[in-house]
């Protein structure tokens, strides 16, 4: 273990480990990107390096303090989240934590908190977090973990040192998934690849219920016939009854006209997200003409988009799939 087995966000994961050489870590940082790409793997993991009892500025994942912090009871880093059955993080469990930070630590080194999501915390908790990092406590240091900032106060933002997560990339998150998951190579590509490049997402999904979704759709774009509007309409109907479901199968179409695309272009399945269907798919490329393919990755964002602006689902699926039996 250490840092150098942390998945992607190098530069972050350099920034952190200078600072802890050199001694000038900063009081508060703000975490800031998309849901299950780390964020909270590289505060533990920074925790964890201050903490070790095996490794100077780094960590060895095996000691006694390294478990510890794994399994959320070093009595110097504590994690904070809602309480079991709230929805958000209250005013005493900040009080709680501003008091924990004041002590003395037991170890000597730093004392940390870890709120996550801190986005979560209510009005009066945030401005509660406000006054301990007006004037941090000795050998403090605080790491707030968010996806989306706007909801965090201004003055709290202002207060910390943000550090910006972007997704990771699909081929590292692939690797990682073959290499330390022990998924098949052709497994690993497709989850990395429905999964955005979110490892929390990519592990949450489950592989086999994923492919048998995935057997329905290519079924079911392949059943649409050049100008069949009626069946179009009632395909539509049926991808837009769940919100959720509609999202993902766009997101998947999306990848579908990709690989469909590159096929045309390279004759070659190297690259190809669906590679493992790869006779479903040449079949499919046979009779869908490459501008077509283009177009519709296009129209897939665009109506993703539109369902996420709560635009009418049916509306919308009907338009993307009116273009798929048009211009066939
Ligand atoms: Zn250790």
């Known amino acids: 273990m250490g840092f150098s087995e942390i998945l992607g966000h ?5 920034t952190l480990r200078l600072a802890l050489a050199k001694g000038r870590l900063h ?6 990107g998309p849901e299950g790409v780390g964020k909270r793997t590289l505060a533990l993991a920074l925790a964890k390096a201050i903490h070790c009892a095996e490794r100077v500025d780094d960590f060895c994942g095996q000691c006694a303090n390294c478990a510890r912090i794994e399994d ?19 005013i005493q469990q900040i009080r709680e934590i501003e008091k924990q930070l004041n ?10 908190a870890v709120l996550d999501p801190a986005t979560l915390m209510n ?21 707030l973990v968010a996806t989306n900032t706007g909801g965090l106060l201004p003055t709290l933002r202002s207060r910390c040192l943000r550090l910006s997560f972007g997704s990771l990339q699909c081929a590292q998150l692939a690797n990682y998934l073959a290499s330390k998951k022990g998924l098949k190579r052709e497994e690993a590509d497709f989850l990395a690849a429905m999964a955005m490049g979110s490892l929390g997402t990519a592990l949450k999904i489950d592989g086999e219920e994923m492919q048998e979704k995935r057997r329905v759709w290519i079924e ?23 919100r959720d479901e509609s999202l993902k199968f766009l997101e998947w179409a999306g990848i579908w006209y990709r690989d469909l695309m590159v096929h045309a272009v390279t004759r070659g399945s190297s690259e190809l997200v669906n590679r493992d269907v790869l006779a479903r798919m040449e079949h499919e490329s046979a009779h869908d ?8 990755i296009a129209q897939t964002i665009e ?12 509306m919308v699926l009907e338009n993307l799939l009116f273009n798929v039996v048009g211009n066939r």
């Open 303 to 314: 109506a993703a988009a539109g369902i996420q602006r709560n635009l009418n689902r049916r």
């Open 220 to 242: 079911l774009l392949s059943s649409l016939k050049a100008g069949d509007y009626r069946a179009a309409i009632v395909t539509a109907e049926g991808l837009a009854k769940d």
């Open 10 to 14: 190098q530069r972050q994961t350099e």
């Open 123 to 143: 009005l009066s908790a945030q401005n509660a977090l406000l006054k301990t990092l007006e004037e941090p406590p000795q050998d403090s240091l605080l790491v």
């Open 103 to 112: 002590f003395r630590s037991f170890s000597g080194r730093k004392k940390i």
């Open 289 to 296: 003409r490459l501008e077509h393919s283009l177009s519709l």
């Open 27 to 32: 009081h508060a940082y703000l975490f800031a």
């Open 72 to 90: 959320g009871n070093h009595p110097d880093v504590r994690t904070i989240e809602p309480l079991v059955g709230k929805k958000e993080i209250s």
